[in-house]
């Protein structure tokens, strides 16, 4: 019995023993193998996952890149934005599991197949290399990363090679010539993405001087002629974005000078255009490596083996294959296919193919395609099939600036009302230049009307003429390095500031102007006048575009980048209209907005202390000013950038013999005050009055006078920034000065035209 009791006992213990060790995690062989299995399906899952989204990420990037040129805003920017960032995780993802992952000999020569779709995804779309400029910056850091990528994918490759013992079939081998495609496009965009970096691009242009330039005549109409034409004076606007001239070859101006001054400033407009759309490829696109012998070889040679992949996949027996398996391949080798061919047809058809055979007279491509008109007859015949034109679309149109600007109001901004429930919604969730960015271009952005950018390029036409007068025909028939390079670009940014008289703290004089051009037009009832509306629609929109750049993009003008002079002006609005308690419409309280701020200006405040108060001491901010005066207005001591607005918009009243109870009586300003009016309006010298016309013409010209300043001092890395965020209006107009100050405009070109008027 005792013994009985015993084993009994012992039985029970093994049995306790065996649950603890349950318990603590010794599981039986059955249960490890169980797990084993439920790790690799959980492993093989998560590889076809992410082999199916970094192909949707390469067709997201290939679909929507475009939408950049115009716009940088919007769902579809948004969807490119979250493609660029998870293609290039995706795919390192997907090899390495592919590279480390335990799976039957079957399934590893079906990720030996996925490796180099994945390769081609991570070298991305031939429409783009860089999201932004900083990453082509940092490109030379990513060299380590696609070698780790290339090995990667070379490891997958490797193992169904050995394990065949080099006997896979006519599809292995296509699969390791795909593989060899992909690592040349790889290889591509790591290139291209360095050679768009502008130090980089200074340094080789240095290195490789130009081959001789020419300008002959283009037979092309349209937006296509101008391309053409555009692609013949890219050195110009390259040269102006790394500030660096090749003058070995110069070039004959006069063809260049007919074909875009000949037809006025609407030509010129849509070359420079053309120009920066060019520049967009360089910086951002993979053409600079793609329209090379290298690169046309590759795009031939991809959809060739893609295709030749696709037939062997096609008849190659899949029983032993998962059905899931085999869709997802058939859905990348079908992407890949469309996407070599549609990258093919691209290349083929480009004005870059254009321009790389015009460069290169003496090859035979270029007498075989370029000479017999075989090029444009193969360009016809596959534009036919561009769905643009069963739309009715140009296909060129797409290189056309959006024709938007930005529009921030400080005096709107202190009356309206709240914003929408969407707005605050966005307000929270992104950030404050995000949001800035949102409400101030996409939601009240104005998409400039025919008549108001006629006023505007017209104006500036005549600023150039001014600045930039045609000298005689043998100093300019050929611009070489005495009216180029960096002493030439030095020597006509110094001729735009003597034509234009411009002044210093620039960000302050476009506030103190955006308050005197809002007082003036509110208080002379000019907002409703339908004799002067052109001029009225121009000046809004130029005034409220320049406060949008100081609000908004103050990375777009020059000088030191202080937001807090505007919150400060927009701070003492505020609070202004707080004490005040203005009601009625939108506009009256504008009105009454604008009467107080004067009324302000004229009162007086009595200084307490007989020494000069220092601004930095009694107010935030900055100012021209180094001292209170004695005489300080009540305004004054709120914000000198509104009383300065104020006195502006006061002596502008009283010279256009505006009717209003305000302006009635001498005028007092300082010597200071009048010199920086009269340097805006030069006009004023005389003492004379002006017809209310005649004053808003002279609002209008100073306002284009600023734009042209903003535009030719902001630094180059801003202007290539905004190119790959819709493009900019101070952009255009710098190429468009940087035009001018080369070529020279001819003195009758507009009157022959009869396109500008004085």
Same mark, same amino acid.
């Given at each position: 019995?005792?013994?009985? =009791?015993? *084993?009994?006992?012992?039985?029970?213990?093994?049995?306790?023993?065996?649950?603890?060790?349950?318990?603590?995690?010794?599981?039986?062989?059955?249960?490890?193998?169980?797990?084993?299995?439920?790790?690799?399906?959980?492993?093989?899952?998560?590889?076809?996952?992410?082999?199916?989204?970094?192909?949707?990420?390469?067709?997201?990037?290939?679909?929507?890149?475009?939408?950049?040129?115009?716009?940088?805003?919007?769902?579809?920017?948004?969807?490119?934005?979250?493609?660029?960032?998870?293609?290039?995780?995706?795919?390192?993802?997907?090899?390495?599991?592919?590279?480390?992952?335990?799976?039957?000999?079957?399934?590893?020569?079906?990720?030996?197949?996925?490796?180099?779709?994945?390769?081609?995804?991570?070298? =991305?779309?031939?429409? /783009?290399?860089?999201?932004?400029?900083?990453?082509?910056?940092?490109?030379?850091?990513?060299?380590?990363?696609?070698?780790?990528?290339?090995?990667?994918?070379?490891?997958?490759?490797?193992?169904?090679?050995?394990?065949?013992?080099?006997? &896979?079939?006519?599809?292995?081998?296509?699969?390791?010539?795909?593989?060899?495609?992909?690592?040349?496009?790889?290889?591509?965009?790591?290139?291209? *993405?360095?050679?768009?970096?502008?130090?980089?691009?200074?340094?080789?242009?240095?290195?490789?001087?130009? =081959?001789?330039?020419?300008?002959?005549?283009?037979?092309?109409?349209?937006?296509?002629?101008?391309?053409?034409?555009?692609?013949?004076?890219?050195?110009?606007?390259?040269?102006?974005?790394?500030?660096?001239?090749?003058?070995?070859?110069?070039?004959?101006?006069?063809?260049?000078? *007919?074909?875009?001054?000949?037809?006025?400033?609407?030509?010129?407009?849509?070359?420079?255009?053309?120009?920066?759309?060019?520049?967009?490829?360089?910086?951002?696109?993979?053409?600079?490596?793609?329209?090379?012998?290298?690169?046309?070889?590759?795009?031939?040679?991809?959809?060739?083996?893609?295709?030749?992949?696709? +037939?062997?996949?096609?008849?190659?027996?899949?029983?032993?294959?998962?059905?899931?398996?085999?869709?997802?391949?058939? /859905?990348?080798?079908?992407?890949?296919?469309?996407?070599?061919?549609?990258?093919?047809?691209?290349?083929?058809? *480009?004005?870059?193919?254009?321009?790389?055979?015009?460069?290169?007279?003496?090859?035979?491509?270029?007498?075989?395609?370029?000479?017999?008109?075989?090029?444009?007859?193969?360009?016809?015949?596959?534009?036919?099939?561009?769905?643009?034109?069963?739309?009715?679309?140009?296909?060129?149109?797409?290189?056309?600036?959006?024709?938007?600007?930005?529009?921030?109001?400080?005096?709107?901004?202190?009356?309206?009302?709240?914003?929408?429930?969407?707005?605050?919604?966005?307000?929270?969730?992104?950030?404050?230049?995000?949001?800035?960015?949102?409400?101030?271009?996409?939601?009240?952005?104005?998409? /400039?009307?025919?008549?108001?950018?006629? +006023?505007?390029?017209?104006?500036?036409?005549?600023?150039?003429?001014?600045?930039?007068?045609?000298?005689?025909?043998?100093?300019?028939?050929?611009?070489?390095?005495?009216?180029?390079?960096?002493?030439?670009?030095?020597?006509?940014?110094?001729?735009?500031?003597?034509?234009?008289?411009?002044?210093?703290?620039?960000?302050?004089?476009?506030?103190?102007?955006?308050?005197?051009?809002?007082?003036?037009?509110?208080?002379?009832?000019?907002?409703?006048?339908?004799?002067?509306?052109?001029?009225?629609?121009?000046?809004?929109?130029?005034?409220?575009?320049?406060?949008?750049?100081?609000?908004?993009?103050?990375?777009?003008?020059?000088?030191?980048?202080?937001?807090?002079?505007?919150?400060?002006?927009?701070?003492?609005?505020?609070?202004?209209?707080?004490?005040?308690?203005?009601?009625?419409?939108?506009?009256?309280?504008?009105?009454?907005?604008?009467?107080?701020?004067?009324?302000?200006?004229?009162?007086?405040?009595?200084?307490?202390?007989?020494?000069?108060?220092?601004?930095?001491?009694?107010?935030?901010?900055?100012?021209?000013?180094?001292?209170?005066?004695?005489?300080?207005?009540?305004?004054?001591?709120?914000?000198?950038?509104?009383?300065?607005?104020?006195?502006?918009?006061?002596?502008?009243?009283?010279?256009?013999?505006?009717?209003?109870?305000?302006?009635?009586?001498?005028?007092? /300003?300082?010597?200071?005050?009048?010199?920086?009016?009269?340097?805006?309006?030069?006009?004023?010298?005389?003492?004379?009055?002006?017809?209310?016309?005649?004053?808003?013409?002279?609002?209008?010209?100073?306002?284009?006078?600023?734009?042209?300043?903003?535009?030719?001092?902001?630094?180059?890395?801003?202007?290539?920034?905004?190119?790959?965020?819709?493009?900019?209006?101070?952009?255009?107009?710098?190429?468009?000065?940087?035009?001018?100050?080369?070529?020279?405009?001819?003195?009758?070109?507009?009157?022959?035209? &009869?396109?500008?008027?004085?």
């Amino acid at each position: 019995m005792h013994m009985m =009791g015993t *084993s009994s006992r012992e039985a029970v213990d093994e049995s306790g023993d065996s649950a603890l060790d349950l318990h603590l995690g010794w599981c039986p062989r059955e249960i490890e193998l169980d797990s084993l299995k439920t790790s690799l399906f959980v492993n093989d899952c998560a590889i076809r996952i992410v082999v199916l989204c970094s192909f949707t990420d390469n067709l997201a990037l290939a679909l929507f890149t475009g939408i950049r040129r115009r716009k940088a805003t919007g769902v579809r920017a948004l969807v490119l934005w979250l493609a660029y960032q998870l293609g290039g995780w995706a795919g390192t993802y997907a090899l390495c599991s592919m590279s480390l992952s335990r799976t039957t000999q079957q399934q590893q020569q079906q990720l030996a197949f996925w490796a180099p779709f994945l390769v081609l995804h991570l070298a =991305g779309p031939d429409n /783009i290399t860089a999201y932004s400029l900083e990453d082509t910056v940092l490109a030379g850091r990513q060299v380590l990363t696609v070698a780790v990528q290339i090995l990667g994918a070379s490891n997958v490759l490797y193992k169904q090679i050995y394990n065949r013992n080099g006997s &896979g079939g006519a599809l292995l081998w296509v699969s390791v010539v795909m593989f060899a495609i992909g690592i040349a496009k790889y290889v591509e965009r790591a290139v291209a *993405s360095r050679q768009a970096n502008l130090g980089k691009m200074r340094s080789s242009n240095k290195k490789c001087k130009l =081959g001789k330039r020419s300008f002959g005549d283009v037979k092309e109409v349209g937006n296509e002629r101008t391309l053409l034409v555009a692609h013949g004076l890219l050195h110009i606007t390259k040269g102006a974005f790394i500030d660096h001239w090749d003058n070995e070859n110069p070039l004959k101006s006069d063809a260049a000078r *007919s074909q875009i001054f000949g037809h006025g400033w609407e030509e010129m407009c849509r070359v420079v255009e053309m120009e920066l759309s060019l520049m967009y490829d360089i910086l951002y696109t993979k053409v600079a490596v793609v329209h090379t012998w290298f690169g046309y070889i590759i795009r031939l040679a991809s959809p060739v083996v893609s295709a030749t992949a696709f +037939l062997l996949f096609w008849f190659q027996g899949k029983d032993e294959q998962r059905s899931a398996d085999v869709l997802i391949t058939y /859905i990348l080798m079908v992407g890949t296919v469309i996407l070599d061919v549609r990258w093919l047809l691209r290349a083929i058809v *480009s004005t870059w193919t254009y321009s790389f055979l015009n460069n290169r007279p003496d090859c035979w491509f270029h007498a075989t395609c370029l000479s017999s008109g075989r090029w444009r007859l193969l360009c016809c015949l596959v534009l036919c099939l561009d769905p643009c034109r069963l739309l009715g679309k140009e296909p060129t149109r797409y290189r056309m600036w959006s024709g938007t600007i930005g529009q921030y109001n400080l005096l709107h901004e202190c009356t309206h009302g709240t914003i929408s429930m969407f707005g605050s919604l966005l307000k929270k969730v992104v950030s404050d230049d995000s949001w800035m960015e949102y409400q101030y271009h996409d939601t009240r952005g104005l998409a /400039i009307s025919l008549e108001v950018r006629e +006023l505007l390029f017209q104006q500036i036409w005549e600023q150039l003429k001014a600045a930039y007068p045609a000298a005689t025909v043998e100093k300019t028939n050929l611009l070489s390095c005495s009216s180029l390079g960096y002493a030439g670009s030095a020597w006509k940014n110094r001729e735009l500031d003597e034509a234009m008289n411009f002044a210093h703290a620039f960000q302050e004089t476009i506030l103190i102007w955006h308050i005197a051009t809002d007082i003036f037009l509110l208080v002379s009832r000019q907002y409703a006048s339908p004799s002067n509306s052109k001029q009225v629609q121009v000046i809004m929109a130029l005034s409220n575009y320049m406060a949008f750049l100081v609000a908004v993009r103050l990375s777009m003008l020059p000088g030191l980048k202080l937001r807090s002079l505007y919150e400060e002006t927009h701070k003492a609005l505020v609070e202004i209209l707080l004490k005040e308690g203005y009601s009625g419409s939108l506009i009256e309280k504008k009105e009454k907005l604008a009467d107080r701020l004067i009324e302000m200006e004229k009162e007086k405040q009595v200084q307490i202390s007989n020494a000069p108060k220092k601004v930095c001491n009694w107010r935030p901010g900055y100012s021209n000013h180094k001292s209170r005066p004695a005489k300080a207005s009540v305004l004054y001591d709120e914000n000198i950038i509104l009383s300065d607005g104020a006195k502006f918009a006061e002596v502008l009243l009283s010279r256009a013999w505006v009717d209003s109870p305000h302006i009635i009586g001498h005028i007092e /300003i300082s010597p200071e005050r009048y010199k920086r009016i009269k340097e805006m309006i030069p006009k004023l010298e005389e003492q004379v009055a002006f017809d209310i016309s005649v004053m808003l013409d002279y609002i209008f010209k100073a306002w284009v006078r600023i734009l042209m300043y903003a535009s030719v001092r902001c630094t180059r890395d801003s202007h290539a920034k905004q190119l790959a965020c819709g493009g900019e209006l101070t952009t255009i107009v710098w190429i468009f000065n940087e035009h001018a100050g080369i070529f020279r405009i001819p003195g009758d070109a507009r009157d022959e035209t &009869g396109e500008l008027g004085t």
